[in-house]
């Protein structure tokens, strides 16, 4: 519907749409704040306290992300030594910038697991529900910075937008090292698809050229990559490492789908923004996740580079804008498509 033909039917755009600030009062995220973005049939909540990262993402009422089982969960929870107490999940959590995958100490300084910026909290906080023309468009939009008494100086500045009656919700990120030296940048989005939308009907869909094993300790082999299972009771995890075909623009995407439920999620982003990526199979009953992670760095981390001269930097004061691009999928036509779509990428290399 056009403008003047919504109004002919409601008075307020919120019956249908609204970007609305909270807190939460109880539990482990008691006093965390966030913002409840609702978009006709999908919604979607970004948590202010936690790097404007999405935590919880739903389209007609079907829940598409994983929560481990802490629940929701504000960053007070990460101070713990414990890291794997702070990863709840959710759509999607940031990894960066000092560090990847597991932690890391060296010279007496020790990198935490994932990084810091998943548990930073945003200031600079907007939120807008208003109309462009015929489109009416929502968003949140915030910076995050890392920083240290004569250490880095990094800032996130984070915009996650999306319009009325769509279903893809767009992250634009804008990195700024605002320091005179420079700055570690590794980089890690990590999606994470859960039950209902997950179960051992679904399988992943990716344009991947060539696919290894992270280690020896992984629970199923590459060969097991695509297909989900049922939960197992004591599984650990698998981790998979992907080369993945692009576009002639450069874009290329990871996706899951689910025939049963006619529904999936597709995260589009550019080859050049995210040389690795990496798929992270946990079917142990009661942790039963799929995560889908486009990284500028290796899953193995900060040692990894250090110890082949290739970590990844931000000169002083140079900054890069990165895109990434996440689509519900609904209906056999789309979830047909997309699994096309990853063929022709791979026949186009």
């Keep these: 519907m056009k403008k003047k033909e919504m109004y002919e039917y409601m008075g307020s755009m919120q019956q249908m749409a609204y970007v609305r600030s ?13 913002v409840q973005v609702k978009n006709g049939s999908m919604s979607f909540t970004v948590m202010v306290d936690k790097c404007l990262d999405i935590a919880e993402l739903s389209y007609k009422g079907v829940q598409l992300n994983f929560l481990a089982k802490q629940g929701l969960q504000g960053p007070v929870f990460g101070k713990s030594e414990d890291q794997v107490r702070s990863i709840m999940g959710g759509l999607f959590f940031t990894a960066g910038f000092e560090n990847i995958g597991a932690g890391y100490q060296k010279d007496g300084k020790y990198y935490p697991m994932h990084g810091g910026m998943r548990l930073t909290p945003a200031e600079h906080v907007s939120c807008c529900a208003q109309w462009e023309e015929e489109d009416y468009q929502l968003s949140v939009a915030g910076e995050i910075r890392q920083a240290a008494l004569f250490g880095e100086n990094v800032v996130l500045r984070r915009r996650i937008e999306t319009s009325l009656g769509s279903r893809e919700i767009v992250i634009t990120d804008e990195i700024e090292n605002e320091s005179f030296a420079d700055a570690c940048k590794m980089r890690l989005y990590h999606f994470n698809v859960g039950y209902p939308l997950l179960n051992e009907n679904g399988f992943v869909v990716l344009p991947t050229k060539q696919v290894l094993d992270r280690d020896e300790y992984n629970y199923e082999d590459a060969s097991h990559w695509k297909q989900m299972s049922k939960p197992v009771i004591g599984a650990t995890e698998s981790v998979y490492i992907h080369d993945l075909a692009e576009d002639e623009e450069g874009w290329t995407f990871a996706a899951y789908v689910n ?5 999936g999620l597709k995260i589009r982003f550019r080859k050049e923004d995210f040389p690795y990526f990496v ?3 946990s079917l142990g009953a009661g942790d039963y996740a799929l995560g889908l992670e486009p990284s500028n760095s290796h899953i193995c981390g900060r040692r990894y580079h250090e110890e082949r001269g290739t970590l990844p930097v931000l000169k002083a004061f140079e900054k890069e804008t990165i895109v990434l691009k996440i689509q519900i999928l609904e209906g056999e036509e789309e979830l047909e498509a997309v699994q096309k779509e990853a063929e022709r990428y791979i026949m186009q290399e």
Excluded: H, I, V
Aim: charged letters at 40%.
């Design 22 to 34: 909270l807190k939460y009062d109880e539990g482990q995220a008691s006093e965390m704040k966030a």
């Design 259 to 263: 025939p049963d439920s006619g529904l």
């Design 279 to 281: 798929e992270w199979k």
